[in-house]
């Protein structure tokens, strides 16, 4: 089983910059890819890119220009660097992993955080 904490999710202005983080624990030795979403209040949950074991990334077409994916293995820590931020990019941000190498849609997932959330204004 694993557990993933995200983290640094705030209120920032438009125009700026936010990276979000994400601590996985527990049986992390076989945790292969790892994802973001978000979400807003009554829409559907938005995939934003997914990350493998080797680093490959994954992403949304609307926003690989503006977001990227990392992680640190060594350090159990998945990265969102999010930049040049509208307010539509506010919501709710999850963190997610599975134990497949590949997985994009949220179905693919087993695993996922509580959330943090981004508010752009």
């Known amino acids: 089983h694993v557990q993933l904490v995200e983290s640094g999710g705030e209120s920032v202005q438009a125009g700026g910059s936010l990276r979000l983080s994400c601590v996985a624990s527990?049986?992390?030795?076989?945790?292969?890819?790892m994802g973001w979403f978000r979400q807003v209040p009554g829409l559907e949950r938005e995939g934003i890119g997914s990350?493998?074991?080797?680093?490959?990334?994954t992403y949304a077409d609307s926003l690989k220009a503006r977001f990227t994916i990392s992680r640190v293995n060594a350090k159990n820590t998945l990265y969102l660097q999010m930049n040049s931020l509208t307010v539509e990019d506010t919501a709710m941000y999850y963190c997610?992993?599975?134990?497949?190498?590949?997985?994009?849609?949220?179905?693919?997932?087993?695993?996922w955080g509580q959330g943090t959330q981004v508010t752009v204004s």
């Open positions: 990350i493998d074991s080797d680093g490959i990334t």
């Open positions: 527990g049986a992390t030795q076989d945790i292969g890819c």
């Open positions: 997610t992993a599975d134990y497949s190498d590949y997985a994009v849609d949220s179905y693919e997932f087993e695993y």
